[in-house]
């Protein structure tokens, strides 16, 4: 077996952390696989993986040598797709990592639409909301909401993410419609602290070009989207979210928008790639499905009371 097929069965492996489920996967006996790892671990000169009864998982040189091994499989993929003649016909395999909530609700419905289109491409969706290294973790691309720091990536511009200020129709009917920032004195807010520094988010909005920070009283304090949605649907308070996560809430009037014009600053939206390679084809095309879905579904300014 030549090693670029034993590197893909090996990053398979560890992939699924099963040699049976890579097996299937792969449309390979076990057996095959099995034997495949340990001659590529004779080949190396190194253990590469803890085998339980129960679970695979790569050691420390297994860890980093599957690192490499994504990045030469992927080489050589691209290569492949070289001298392909349409975009249909591309192969290989796209590591991506978005946000929580926007990979649950906006990219993973969508993602069939993807998948019909490009038959030989393989999406791996990284769905979390902690700080991802794309080199270290041999990411193709993540999205970003929220000012970027200087990090050297190469950055794709999606838009400007749109945030309101929203409560459940009984917190409003209970407390007032609060029609301006000098009013909330008076109301109750359900307090969002950051995963991660626990530091609890201000209420902001702009007054012109300037930002401006109210800290509000609270009851509940949450970490989570999930938490902070369902306190504000169970009447505890004001949320600033963005408008793309309680679409549906408005929607079936669940939650109703206020203070149209005092929201807070939108957010940037951007796609990042690593600085390390250059773009391949079946990530310029990923990437060109995904823009116009992102400002389709999450540009959106819903009507406020």
């Known amino acids: 077996m030549d090693r670029i097929e034993l590197f893909r069965i090996f990053t398979r492996v560890v992939d699924c952390s099963s040699f049976t489920r890579a097996a299937d996967t792969l449309g390979l006996p076990r057996s095959s696989v ?62 991506i990592d978005v946000p929580g909530r926007i990979g649950r609700l906006i990219i993973a419905p969508a993602l069939p639409d993807f998948l ?7 999406i791996d969706l990284g769905v979390t909301d902690r700080a991802i290294n794309l080199v ?21 511009p999606i838009g400007k993410l749109p945030l309101i200020n929203v409560a459940s129709p009984a917190y409003l009917d209970r ?16 307090n969002y602290a950051s995963p991660s520094n626990g530091r609890v988010e201000d209420w902001e909005w702009m007054e012109g070009d300037t930002p401006r920070a109210l800290p509000m009283r609270g009851r509940v304090t949450v970490n989570s989207a999930e938490a902070y ?38 957010m940037p939206m951007t796609i990042l790639y690593p600085h390390r390679q250059h773009l391949s084809r079946r990530l310029q095309v990923f990437a060109d499905w995904l823009e116009p879905l992102l400002r389709r579904e999450l540009l959106v300014h819903p009507r406020a009371r």
């Open 116 to 122: 019909d289109r490009h038959p030989g491409i393989d």
């Open 136 to 156: 270290e973790d041999s990411i193709d691309c993540v999205l970003r909401v929220g000012t970027l720091s200087d990090s050297g990536l190469i950055a794709r």
């Open 229 to 266: 949605i369902a306190c504000c649907l169970a009447g505890l308070g004001l949320i600033q979210i963005p408008a793309y996560d309680v679409k549906h809430h408005l929607e079936a009037c669940e939650l109703i928008a206020v203070m149209p014009h005092h929201c807070a600053a939108p």
């Open 34 to 95: 099995s034997a495949a790892v340990l001659e590529l671990e004779g080949r190396v000169g190194a253990r590469l993986l803890h085998r339980t009864t129960r679970k695979v998982a790569p050691t420390q040189d297994g860890l980093d040598f599957y690192k490499r091994c994504l990045r030469l499989v992927a080489d050589v993929e691209e290569t492949e797709n070289l001298f392909r003649q349409t975009d249909a016909g591309l192969m290989g395999k796209l590591r």
């Open 175 to 190: 407390c007032g419609v609060p029609k301006s920032p000098q009013e909330l004195v008076d109301h109750w807010a359900v």
